[in-house]
């Protein structure tokens, strides 16, 4: 069975990948499916001093700190840790941006299931819902 991989980075160790300021979780848009996701605060909050690397704390700051949310999904080549994707985050990061991004079903550390248009579609709605209520988000 092959899946969508090329390499096997520590995705639930973003700080091995270079990464500050950024905590794994995982997130369920189907009972048995699992997308993996990583949350990047924006440099501004990892500065301050009440910064703590606890899980509640992430998911106060998208609230709490106006700050813009940018929901990155990242296509159909690797996991949300390569490089140049990185580079990207951290170039989010210090904008004093949140940066949300998760690997589809089937890549990284997600379900090892064969994805499906379908399946990615409405992964990426529950996923924004998901981000929405967690950010207060407010649509335009």
């Known amino acids: 069975e092959t899946f969508l991989v090329h390499r096997r980075e520590d995705l639930d160790k973003p700080e091995n990948e ?24 924006p440099r501004n909050l990892v500065n301050s001093e009440t910064f703590t690397n606890e899980p509640e704390w992430f998911e106060k700051s998208l609230s709490s700190a106006g700050q813009p949310i940018i929901i990155y999904f990242h296509g159909t080549t690797g996991t949300r840790a390569l490089e140049y994707r990185i580079g990207l985050y951290k170039l989010f ?10 690997d589809y079903r089937g890549f990284g550390d997600s379900t090892r299931v064969i994805p499906n248009k379908n399946d990615v579609v409405k992964d990426s709605v ?15």
Do not use: M, S
């Open 18 to 41: 270079g990464l500050e300021g950024c905590r794994n979780f995982y997130f369920n848009p189907e009972t048995d499916i699992k997308l993996g996701v990583w949350h990047i605060l």
């Open 93 to 102: 990061q210090n904008l004093n941006y949140h940066v949300i991004c998760c």
């Open 126 to 140: 529950k996923f924004y819902e998901f981000v929405k209520v967690k950010g207060a988000i407010n649509e335009f």
